[in-house]
């Protein structure tokens, strides 16, 4: 069981927005900087959204991320095939004295 | 460009011991740490721990200590993890990632991996 919780997955249409959460507690989200990452099919994770809201080079802005309280969100709007792939959160937690993940979220382009 | 490039794949037998490498490129390898993260097949992922470059300084996962080594040989910019006593619940793709913290007198600023190395599948069965 993964420390943070997010849906195992999700789906929309090219075109459409999605939303995918992540769960944690005041030990992690509740008091650090949340970081996303993408993993494309036979392609190791990168990094697609950072401090919770801030986008490397490269990514566009079609991607957005949000934090309140313990939970944040990451939003793709605009989706489009190539943006099918396995999203991660993460996180740094105080009492793990480590990085926690999501579980991931299958992200499916119907 | 900045880049991690791991050893190949492994297959070893429940008891036994591996060992992955880790070779950096692109920047200066002791100016940022080194993590390490595995994902077990349709599990998520799973950090093992950090190793700073720079000193040798580790912060092992609690799951792992005990049971995994991480250091670094600054001279060919390379970071290697070995892990003991396999089993086949560790059988997973290994990645190492650059970590972009840093700790200074004044505390430890967590930031993100990037990049990631391809990754190296580790089979553990007999």
């Known amino acids: 069981q993964s420390v943070l919780t997010q849906p195992p997955s999700a789906s929309g249409t090219p075109g459409q927005r999605v939303t995918i959460s992540c769960s944690g507690s005041?030990?992690?989200?509740?008091?650090?900087?949340v970081n996303w990452y993408q993993r494309l099919p036979g392609t190791a994770p990168k990094v697609l959204m950072y401090?919770?809201?801030q986008r490397p080079s490269g990514v566009p802005d079609r991607f957005s991320g949000s934090k309140s309280g313990t939970s944040a969100s990451l939003a793709i709007s605009g989706l489009q095939s190539d943006d099918e792939a396995d999203y991660y959160c993460?996180?740094?937690?105080?009492?793990?004295?480590?990085?926690?993940f999501g579980g991931g979220t299958q992200l499916t382009v119907l | 460009q900045v880049q991690l490039v791991q050893s190949g794949a492994e297959v070893k037998q429940p008891g036994a011991s591996v060992k992955v490498s880790c070779k950096a490129s692109?920047?200066?390898?002791?100016?940022?740490?080194i993590s390490w993260v595995r994902q077990a097949p349709g599990q998520g992922l799973e950090w093992m721990g950090w190793?700073?470059?720079?000193?040798?300084?580790?912060n092992y996962a609690q799951k792992f200590q005990g049971r995994v080594t991480m250091t670094t040989d600054t001279s060919t910019s390379t970071a290697y993890m070995e892990l003991r006593s396999l089993t086949p619940d560790d059988t997973a793709v290994y990645y190492c990632?650059?970590?972009?913290?840093?700790?200074?007198?004044?505390?430890?600023?967590?930031?993100?991996?990037?990049?990631w190395g391809q990754g190296t599948l580790v089979t553990v069965s007999s």
């Open positions: 990632a650059r970590d972009l913290g840093y700790c200074s007198s004044s505390g430890c600023q967590r930031e993100w991996f990037d990049p």
């Open positions: 692109g920047y200066t390898f002791t100016r940022h740490g």
């Open positions: 190793i700073s470059t720079y000193n040798g300084h580790t």
């Open positions: 005041s030990s992690n989200i509740g008091n650090h900087n």
């Open positions: 401090s919770d809201n």
């Open positions: 993460a996180a740094w937690d105080d009492s793990l004295n480590g990085w926690v």
